[in-house]
């Protein structure tokens, strides 16, 4: 008896699903940590209201700031003279780059699945039907896109370090974790450094390496231990195992909250989404799981466009085949703060929130006193 192969490739697909659970390797998306600390960042709502990045029209938008005063610019002279004038600064918010992806299924591969997989499925805004096969693949393929879009948010970032006040420097600064609490702790550092760059709120790391692993350490504790650490809520952290790459082994970024922010602008918004009937372009926001259990979402431009009929050339070679392509597409940029925004004599000159350090972990050792009883890892 013949085998019968209609319907195997997705039938496969379930199977894998089943067996494979949260460890499906098809929609797996691997930890983007940046691109995750750029959207939970609220710096980009208000870059959307800035620049009404939603209408999907073309707007330069340029940031200005008064630089704050000095004590130069203070005199002991009582008289009437007012030499001040504010002194300005401006920056301009860009969408760098644009990344698209694109899956095209044929009528005839849809003909040769399971039913379920050519029935349509409404998404988007305003609404389009594709099929289950279509919407799924491209899920599939989303690992890449946001790879991409993390990738080249990095690479930005390498060259928009900030000063450090600390060291006069934006050169990244070596810090050691250790388990115990002393002066010269790269825990220390970290926080002292924060203070002496007058950044406030919450600092947002994001990296690789020895940072994730204290990080990890400290959050798995319930209390505080025996060296006077307890469950870490002084920062947020991120991994991003696209940083090796970009920054460097062990390499991390300290943030200010506002200093950086995601860029978005949607060129398929509410007057520019319209259905010409082979082509529907559309709004489609995803939220993701990433493989580290958390979850970012993003909306992107989308276009789903029919060729109704096998298209050939005059020698007969095939050029279009019947069938449908699902396009999406991402405008986006990096938000930095300028590195002007005090004045050349201001003490936080070149400073802008974003510090780039080193990270080493010092190995720990278990001293068993005479007595038997055993203290903790020095």
Known sequence: MAINLIGIAESYKKNLRIIAGDNDPQTKISPVGFLQMLLENNIKTRIDEVKRTGTGHNHEVKLR??????????????????????????????????????????????????????????IGDPSASVSNAMYQTMLSKLQGMFQKINENLLLTQSTKWGINAKTSSSAPQSVTFSNGITIGDGVMKLIRDFQFNEMI??????????????????????????????????????????????????????????????VDFQKYAPGFSHDTGSSIKFRLPF????????????????????????????????????GWGFILSK??????????????????????????????????????????SIWPIT
């Open 65 to 122: 700031y008064m630089k704050r005063g000095t004590k130069a610019d203070v005199t002991d002279r009582d008289d009437c003279l007012t030499p001040l004038s504010p002194i300005w600064g401006e920056a301009t918010i860009n969408r760098t780059f644009f990344s698209k992806i694109g899956i095209s299924i044929k009528d005839r591969e849809l003909r040769d699945w399971e039913t379920e997989a050519s029935k349509g499925l409404s």
């Open 201 to 262: 709120g919450t600092p947002l790391i994001v990296g690789n390496g020895s940072v994730i692993d204290y990080n990890m350490a400290q959050m798995l504790k319930v209390s505080t231990d025996l060296q006077g650490f307890g469950r870490n809520t002084t920062w947020r952290a991120y991994e991003d195992l696209n940083s090796i790459s970009a920054w460097g082994d062990n390499h991390f970024g300290v943030f200010a909250e506002g200093s950086v922010g995601f």
């Open 287 to 322: 939220p993701v799981m990433l493989s580290d259990g958390s979850v970012i979402a993003m909306t992107f431009d989308a276009q789903l466009v029919n060729n109704p009929c096998n298209v050939y050339d005059d020698d007969d070679n095939l050029l279009v085949e019947e």
């Open 331 to 372: 405008s986006y940029g990096l938000f930095t703060a300028p590195d002007d925004m005090y004045q050349s004599t201001d003490r936080l000159s070149g400073v802008n929130g974003s510090f780039h350090y080193i990270g080493a972990a010092q190995n720990g050792t278990i001293v068993a006193p005479a007595d038997g």
